[in-house]
């Protein structure tokens, strides 16, 4: 081993190998590895890989993939932590796509939500299901009864799974529909029993 690593130390041209995928490795982590695998018989380049992969997919804003492989990454890491003089596999490093990645998942959250959100309010500001809701419920509050401000409300929020339907919709006054929130309340129920 001291022979493989003199021939890559020495060099003054060499600094990494190149692997499937056309990512290259530091001669330090392919060493380390080597002398992982010298040590214990555990061979983790493949481990590396993957992480290599998984990295991609964060630097590269899939999201969606590496949340699906998120327990994966951390299973990963920790195999590849064991490794004695990989520079890749530093704790600061690992904080510092653990933190990416938190915060990633929550700029995804929030862009997604917002979708939904604006997808929601184009739906309840088209004429037509305006005027719909407000002939069959009149141009009132279902909850507190005032004839102002009043506003198209999901009964089931589309935070929760609600849909962008007629029958998902009643009208409420801004008023009570900002104290509803997100809690699923049927004010057409009392409606009906008036």
């Not at 493949?46 to 997919?57: K, Q």
């Not at 929020?157 to 529909?177: E, F, R, T, V, Y």
Request: include cysteine; charge should be negative; hydrophobic fraction near 35%.
């Amino acid at each position: 081993m001291s022979e493989l690593r003199q021939f890559i130390g020495d060099s003054k041209t060499f600094n990494s190998f190149v692997f499937n995928g056309l990512y290259s490795m530091s001669s330090n982590d392919f060493i380390a590895l080597y002398e992982h695998f010298q040590r214990t018989g555990e061979n983790l380049l493949d481990s590396y890989s993957r992480i290599i992969y998984l990295e991609w997919d964060i630097a590269e804003h899939r999201l969606h993939q590496f949340m699906y492989d998120d327990d994966d990454y951390c299973i990963l890491l920790k195999d590849l932590n064991k490794l004695e003089g990989a520079s890749f596999f530093s704790p600061e490093k690992h904080k510092y796509y653990r933190d990416f990645i938190v915060a990633k998942y929550q700029e995804y959250i929030d862009l997604t939500s917002g979708i939904d959100r604006i997808m929601a309010c184009s739906y309840t500001n088209k004429l037509d299901v305006r005027a719909f809701i407000y002939e069959k419920h009149g141009k009132q509050c279902l909850s507190c009864g005032s004839k102002e401000n009043i506003t198209l409300d999901h009964i089931i929020p589309i935070a929760k799974g609600g849909l962008n339907d007629i029958d998902n919709l009643q009208p409420l006054c801004k008023s009570c529909n900002s104290k509803k929130a997100t809690k699923i309340i049927d004010y057409r129920v009392k409606e009906e029993r008036n």
